[in-house]
């Protein structure tokens, strides 16, 4: 089965700073890639995915990136503000079934002002 | 628009004692439904997902358990609960049909269950 591995699994940076977090993941079959931004006591909620046929995808301030070869892909937040500050998941799946993402552990972002 | 509720928001319920946990969808028809147990620092172990109605599977075994008895209802059980049950419970849906273009996974605002 799928598994992936999400890296750093904390991340502290300054206000006005960027922040990237990094995933990989195992299986070559997998073509969609999610990302989800669960702030404290919340469900987690979608913020920007990517499709296998794209290496990169962008909105506003953030965006992701793909390098199916390696199969890596990264989430990229620009300008960080405080209100970014929350725990991140990336995910992997196949589109042509049941649609059983995996996740990664998450990445908890600290944005100091 | 499509919504997802969860009830209850918290719940403390000591060891031995039943659970039952709700989740409904709106805006939408035949999802994919899901539960997952989120622990404190950990990400999100997959419990049960549901294709259609009365259609179950288990990813875990464990003292747990999941019925749809409608289109857009989700619900989870325990006959007894142990300490280790204590995490945060998420139900999520998604459209995945065939047909459809767009997979994607929303999540319902959760709930907190303590057991003592």
């Known amino acids: 089965g799928e598994n992936v591995e999400q890296h750093p699994s904390t991340l502290s940076v300054q206000e006005g700073d960027s922040a990237v977090i990094k995933c990989t993941y195992s299986?070559?079959?997998?073509?969609?890639f999610p990302w989800y931004k669960q702030e404290l006591g919340k469900g987690p909620q979608l913020i920007i995915d990517?499709?296998?046929?794209?290496g990169e995808k962008k909105d506003q301030r953030i965006a992701v990136t793909l390098n199916k070869t390696a199969k890596h892909f990264s989430l990229h937040i620009t300008e960080t503000q405080p209100e970014d500050s929350a725990v991140y998941f990336c995910?992997?799946?196949?589109?042509?079934?049941?649609?059983?993402?995996?996740f990664g552990r998450g990445t908890s972002l600290i944005v100091h002002p | 628009s499509q919504t997802i509720h969860q009830w209850p928001a918290t719940l403390v319920q000591p060891v031995g004692s039943p659970l039952s946990l709700e989740c409904t969808v709106e805006?939408?028809?035949?999802?994919?439904l899901y539960w997952y147990r989120q622990a404190a620092g950990r990400g999100l172990q997959l419990l049960f997902y549901?294709?259609?109605?009365?259609?179950i599977s288990s990813e875990v075994p464990q003292n747990l358990s999941a019925s749809r008895p409608q289109d857009r209802q989700f619900i989870l059980s325990s006959k007894k609960l142990l300490l280790s049950d204590s995490g945060f419970y998420l139900c999520?849906?998604?459209?995945?049909?065939?047909?459809?273009?767009?997979?994607?996974?929303?999540f319902g605002p959760g709930t907190r269950l303590t057991v003592t």
């Open positions: 549901s294709v259609g109605i009365g259609q």
């Open positions: 805006g939408t028809s035949n999802p994919n």
């Open positions: 999520a849906w998604s459209v995945g049909s065939p047909g459809h273009a767009d997979y994607e996974q929303y």
């Open positions: 990517i499709r296998s046929n794209v």
């Open positions: 299986d070559s079959a997998s073509n969609y």
């Open positions: 995910a992997a799946s196949f589109l042509g079934g049941s649609y059983i993402p995996t």
